[in-house]
């Protein structure tokens, strides 16, 4: 079974860190780009950020960008987002989805992990 | 990166048919076919239901179908079921520089 599931999430302080994770099983990780997407409460979906199968290309929100980075092992099949700077609107249910290849739908999601950013 | 834009809701009764549009513009929706349609419950990760603008993934069924004119994509649900209340988001393509965008979402209530 295709399976993706985020671990990391938390509470954490204005302008604090966190590390989510992302285990991926049942599928070959290493041939699929993988994303992050983001749900604050009670709003819709953001896309956070996007990396290639090789980690050749990589791609941030503009809301994002500069504070968080993504990444991948794909021996470990995992994917990461390292998230700096943290703000109170960065306050939201993370998920990482994976991408149909030479697509961007989205075919499989994991259950989310929350982060909620507050002092 | 503005959101694509969607209906805030939209119902029907059952049986009946529904269409929930997206607008976006031509740097994205109307500039590529790579519109995709995601329905989320409340509580649950969202699930795809139509990609590349009109195409099903197996297990979709066929009430679904999508389709796009210009800058503006549409989902279509034929013959509502009551499992079909449900919020649907829209999202396309936007480039290399901004890659990928959501649409604000539709809130669908089965009447």
């Known amino acids: 079974e295709e399976q993706l599931v985020e671990s990391g999430g938390g509470l954490v302080q204005p302008g604090g860190s966190l590390r989510l994770s992302c285990a991926a099983s049942g599928f070959t990780f290493r041939s699929y780009s993988m994303y992050w997407v983001r749900q604050a409460p009670g709003k819709g979906l953001e896309w956070v950020s996007a990396m290639s199968e090789t980690s050749i290309y990589i791609f941030y929100a503009d809301s994002v960008r500069g504070r968080f980075t993504i990444s991948r092992d794909n021996a470990k099949n995992s994917l990461y987002l390292h998230m700096n700077s943290l703000r109170a609107e960065d306050t939201a249910v993370y998920y990482c989805?994976?991408?149909?290849?030479?697509?961007?739908?989205?075919?499989?999601w994991g259950q989310g992990t929350t982060v909620t950013v507050s002092s | 990166q503005s959101a694509l834009t969607q209906p805030p809701s939209a119902s029907g009764s059952p049986g009946q048919s529904v269409t929930i549009s997206c607008t976006g513009t031509?740097?994205?929706?109307?500039?590529?076919?790579?519109v995709s349609w995601y329905q989320q419950h409340p509580g649950t990760a969202p699930k795809l239901l139509i990609s590349?603008?009109?195409k099903r993934p197996s297990g979709v069924p066929d009430r679904f179908s999508g389709s796009k004119s210009g800058n503006t994509a549409s989902l279509t649900v034929s013959g509502l079921q009551a499992e079909d209340e449900a919020d649907y988001y829209c999202?396309?393509?936007?480039?290399?520089?901004?890659?990928?965008?959501f649409g604000t979402g539709t809130k669908v209530t089965v009447l």
């Open positions: 590349e603008v009109s």
């Open positions: 999202s396309s393509y936007a480039g290399s520089n901004v890659l990928y965008v």
């Open positions: 031509s740097s994205d929706v109307g500039g590529y076919n790579s």
């Open positions: 989805a994976r991408a149909v290849p030479r697509s961007y739908a989205l075919d499989d």
